[in-house]
């Protein structure tokens, strides 16, 4: 029954590996984000996807990829991973752009 | 760039108190809401209050909008231990579809 659902839960890698957080939401919303939450707390949208376009491509290096295979998923897909990546990311969904916003219960990456 | 900032950063409080938090922006917007985290899991929605409305009910929340001041205000009434949380303050500035923008949060501790 969970809305949105986030996986791996915990995922605690190497520098230097490739990784993948996958997302989906069983809403029927239209648009999906992701977020990533810093040791502080403070929450920074990263990408957002309408109809499985994306409409919204913060700052972020290209080394993170949205892949939105269909309206219900939206998945992570982080090259090269650094130290600094190691966060908290949240994928989150909405029935429209403007809507309150539903997220997932986050995965948190380890870079070693 | 940041667009909210709560205030205080945190609260600590008994039960059966009220709680009021606030929230400062930066720029004109569509809409604001406001969300609670749990330590360690995801946000939950609790309000969206629209650039036209002033005012908005929820159960033990109270939220309001000033839009001259660039404010908003979350008061939580007859305040639980389960209230214990983070609530961020997050605005979707005008003409920026889907961006969502967080404030730092404050962190309200309810104690028995």
């Known amino acids: 029954d969970t809305a949105v659902s986030q996986t791996p839960k915990y995922l605690v890698t190497q520098m230097g590996n490739d990784k993948s957080i996958k997302c989906e939401q069983n809403?029927?919303?239209?648009?999906m984000y992701w977020y990533k939450q810093d040791s502080k707390k403070f929450l920074k949208i990263m990408f957002s996807?309408?109809?499985?376009?994306?409409?919204i491509n913060e700052t972020v290096p290209n080394r993170f990829s949205p892949k939105s295979p269909d309206k219900a998923h939206l998945n992570l897909h982080i090259n090269s991973l650094e130290l600094g990546d190691s966060a908290v990311y949240f994928c989150?969904?909405?029935?429209?752009?403007?809507?309150?916003?539903?997220f997932g219960p986050g995965t948190r990456l380890t870079v070693l | 760039s940041q667009q909210g900032e709560e205030d205080p950063q945190a609260l600590s409080i008994q039960e059966g108190e009220n709680a009021t938090m606030n929230c400062s922006y930066k720029t004109s917007i569509n809409n604001l809401q406001w969300y609670r985290q749990n330590s360690g899991r995801g946000l939950v929605h609790l309000i969206l209050i629209r650039s036209n409305e002033r005012e908005k009910h929820s159960g033990r929340l109270r939220v309001t909008l000033d839009t001259s001041k660039k404010s908003s205000s979350l008061l939580i009434t007859a305040s639980r231990a389960a209230d214990t949380a983070s609530y961020f303050c997050a605005t979707t500035p005008t003409g920026t579809a889907s961006k969502l923008t967080f404030g730092t949060g404050t962190r309200l501790q309810v104690t028995l």
């Open positions: 996807y309408n109809n499985k376009e994306l409409i």
């Open positions: 809403l029927g919303h239209d648009t």
């Open positions: 989150a969904s909405s029935l429209g752009p403007r809507d309150a916003q539903y």
